[in-house]
């Protein structure tokens, strides 16, 4: 594909080479004129399709590499989740077991306070 793409840039600038010689020599037939013309156009289509194989070449590989990026990163992503999962459990259950024991705290001076406050109210 470079060859081909090389090969087609040379003769782009032997054509144009010869297009610039064409106006000093004035006694040129038109049909040297419109070959030149011609071959400098398909030099430039050769051109044009070669960049675009690459291209389309370049996007496909980055495509893949893309997909085997993002796979990867998505296996290991669960290697990590399967390792930290003891612990994520362990941190759970000790914040639920904080949470009941503050809970229960709150609830036992709630008690403490209604059961003083109710034994220093008059008897009316």
Do not use: Y
Request: net charge neutral; glycine share 8%.
């Amino acid at each position: 594909m470079k060859v081909t793409l090389f090969v087609a840039a040379v003769m782009a600038a032997v054509s144009l080479a010869a297009g610039r010689a064409a106006p000093a020599q004035q006694s040129e037939s038109p049909g040297v004129k419109a070959t030149i013309k011609e071959d400098a156009q398909a030099v430039g289509h050769a051109v044009a399709h070669g960049a675009e194989a690459v291209g389309h070449a370049v996007a496909d590989t980055s495509r893949k590499v893309g997909h085997e990026v993002a796979d990867t990163s998505r296996k290991v992503g669960h290697e990590i989740a399967e390792k930290t999962a003891p612990a994520r459990e362990a941190v759970a259950e000790d914040s639920k077991k904080a949470g009941h024991a503050i809970a229960h705290g709150a609830e036992k001076a709630r008690a403490a306070v209604t059961h003083q406050s109710d034994a220093t109210k008059p008897d009316g």
